[in-house]
């Protein structure tokens, strides 16, 4: 069984203010991990993934996060934030044996204030 | 690509009334999920198609919910008869092999009253 831990529920932070949201997992097989964004009322829209090879991965919006395999850890992290940040950011696992689905993290509101 | 394509995008609907939520997935994907999310429980996985054949239904709450994938480009998800904590959102998601990306649509919001 794999499972995703996202240890703050909600992150206030200033505008050009750096960022880390963290996200933690559990699995007994190797994974895949991923962070979405949700936007309000919105879908959810791939931020970044980690599949192999390099374990700092550089994804949209100037997001990267770094896979820490000995502390089962995916940060996900900004250094300079903007208002147009602000939105809920989930973690997400995936198995790379047979199963197929996609476990989340209970999600990370980030909010940026001016 | 136009994406995944759900439909309805809001619907309100009353206790006791059948509910039938739909889905396009993205051309060429083999993989479909649904997964409801709520302030309560957040994202859950329903049930997810491999080939259009159910392979996980585990998620999925109680007999008043069925899902089927007649073909490799639609789904449905129906709810009936349907309840108020049965109010959330339906989020339908597609992909191909292990490690590609989940590609989500836009969401069903079902409010039953």
């Known amino acids: 069984a794999q499972s995703v831990t996202q240890l703050d529920s909600q992150v206030p932070v200033f505008e050009e203010a750096p960022v880390e949201l963290r996200c933690n997992y559990s699995s007994s097989v190797s994974v895949y991990l991923f962070w979405y964004v949700q936007y309000p009322n919105q879908g959810l829209q791939l931020l970044l993934k980690y599949l192999s090879g390099s374990t700092l991965v550089k994804g949209i919006n100037g997001f990267e996060a770094e896979f820490n ?3 089962t850890s995916f940060h996900l992290r900004k250094p300079s934030v903007h208002i147009s940040d602000t939105a809920e950011y989930f973690c997400a696992v995936r198995s790379s044996g047979s199963a197929r689905q996609l476990t989340f993290g209970s999600g990370t509101q980030l909010t940026v204030l001016p | 690509d136009a994406g995944v394509i759900q439909s309805p995008r809001h619907e309100v609907t009353e206790m006791g009334q059948e509910v039938t939520l739909r889905c396009k997935p993205i051309s060429g994907h083999d993989y479909l999920f649904w997964y409801r999310q709520t302030m309560m429980r957040g994202l859950e996985l329903l049930i997810y198609f491999n080939n259009n054949v159910p392979i996980d239904d585990s998620g999925m709450p ?9 073909n490799a480009s639609f789904s449905t998800l129906k709810i009936q008869p349907s309840e108020p904590r049965d109010s959330a959102v339906y989020f339908c998601a597609s992909s191909t092999g292990p490690g590609n990306t989940i590609y989500f649509g836009e969401g069903s919001w079902l409010t039953v009253v």
């Not at chain 2, 007999?63 to 007649?70: E, L, Y």
Request: zero cysteines; a positive charge.
């Open chain 1, 69 to 71: 395999k000995s502390q």
């Open chain 2, 62 to 70: 109680e007999d008043r919910f069925s899902a089927k994938m007649p």
